[in-house]
């Protein structure tokens, strides 16, 4: 250490120990720190009003009118379970790469992670909690995953589900291969496909006796 930066430190007071000397030197810190910090707050709330009434939108989910305060950046998936508590969406690679977080926007399968929540501000937005009826019953296609047990951890489960409501829309009859490709964009973890498409193939015909 050279003499300049030596004699830039605090200096230590006579009878003063070194455990009383460090917590001086961290309570000056903590005392900087948040005066900053009030500083910042405080111009940040000038513009704060105006923001939030931005950021406040009314999406159409499962049915509802719902108002939640939505940041630009935020996507469905964020929106959906945290904002709204619909945590049937799942969240796996966060990337739009493993379909667990599929929801229905205006019947199109979509990855939630990757849609911005105010791009589908005008839209009918349809998460795996709005599928059933309001008396209780079931989707075709999740009665189709109940029946079946389709799945092993099912966290991939609501993602598949969303997928095939979607696809059955578009090709209300198709062949095991056909419905393979439809879904090709969920990915299984436990590597069920065989399975999972026995369910879904089943769900296609309860769908057209429903």
């Known amino acids: 250490m050279s003499e300049e930066t030596m ?16 917590k001086g030197v961290i309570a000056a810190g903590a005392t900087v720190s948040a005066s ?7 111009v940040v709330g000038q513009n704060g009003g105006a923001a939030v009434g931005e950021r406040l939108i009314t999406l159409d989910i499962n ?54 929540t105010h791009s589908v501000r005008h839209a009918k ?10 008396d209780g019953k079931l989707h075709p296609v999740q009665q189709a995953v109940v029946d079946g047990q389709g799945f092993q951890c099912a ?30 964009g969920n990915l299984c973890r436990c590597a069920d496909y065989n399975k ?3 369910c879904m193939m089943h769900a296609a015909q309860l769908s057209r006796g429903a």
Do not use: W
């Open 155 to 184: 966290f991939c489960m609501p993602g598949f589900v969303m997928a095939t409501v979607g696809y059955l829309k578009t090709n209300p009859n198709p062949t095991r291969e056909q419905l393979a490709h439809g879904i090709s």
């Open 63 to 116: 049915g509802q009118q719902r108002k939640v305060d939505v940041a630009r950046n935020e996507t469905l998936a964020m929106t959906l379970r945290y904002k709204l508590g619909l945590t049937g969406t799942k969240l796996g690679c966060d990337r739009a790469e493993c379909g667990a977080c599929t929801v229905l926007v205006d019947d199109v399968p979509r990855y939630s992670c990757s849609t911005l």
């Open 36 to 42: 900053a910090y009030l500083f910042r707050t405080s």
């Open 125 to 134: 937005i349809v998460s795996i909690e709005g599928l059933a009826s309001g």
């Open 7 to 22: 004699s830039e430190a605090p200096a230590v007071q006579p009878g003063t120990s070194r455990r009383n000397f460090i």
């Open 196 to 198: 999972i498409l026995d």
